[in-house]
């Protein structure tokens, strides 16, 4: 049996990767983050994970003040160690990049959200949200999926220690008036 050679990407630079690093990286997969200066492949998305997305993102589309975007798994650069891609984000309208960009800066995302998933729930719960408050992003959304239904944690950044802070858990409905207006009816992702 021949020994199949290693994929060039997968062989880190002794300083790790930098976020466009991402851009210029042949074959690596779809939706590899950049956490750490290190690549993060992640593995496919259950279909209720994809279900709940979904739910957010036409909720967030239909509420959305004008010059505003909804966007999902785009990745954000945050610095040049750091690339995520969040579930879904809302960023102030971009023209420089929506034409054809494959990330936003940090400074463009108003609302970064993750749907935690079994393999990346370390990283869904502590180390995104305290990347995302440390690049300025004001408000962190996090899905956890409970008995078949989406349970929404919201945050809000306090500038003064760089970190969120809770400002609600949703489970039926998410009615909120930051970012910006939003009522989101969690139940209906059983409808989907």
Not at 110 to 121: D, T
């Amino acid at each position: 049996m021949r020994a199949q050679s290693i994929p060039e990407w997968l062989l880190p630079p002794s300083q790790g990767f930098r976020a466009d690093d991402l851009d210029r990286l042949p074959g690596l997969p779809p939706h590899t983050e950049l956490i750490d200066g290190s690549l993060i492949l992640v593995s496919p998305q259950s279909i209720l994970h994809s279900l709940v997305i979904d739910l957010l993102v036409a909720g967030l589309r239909a509420e959305a003040p004008e010059g505003h975007r909804v966007r999902r798994e785009i990745s954000v650069v945050l610095d040049e160690r750091q690339r995520p891609e969040p579930d879904a984000i809302v960023v102030r309208h971009a023209p420089g990049v929506e034409g054809s960009g494959t990330a936003y800066p940090a400074e463009a995302v108003v609302l970064a959200i993750e749907v935690v998933s079994p393999e990346s729930e370390r990283r869904d719960r502590e180390r995104k949200p305290q990347l995302y408050a440390k690049a300025g992003i004001e408000h962190f959304w996090r899905v956890e999926l409970k008995e078949g239904r989406p349970v929404v944690y919201v945050y809000e950044l306090d500038e003064a220690t760089e970190a969120y802070g809770l400002t609600g858990i949703h489970h039926e409905r998410l009615k909120l008036g930051l970012p910006f207006p939003v009522d989101i009816d969690l139940t209906a992702v059983g409808d989907m």
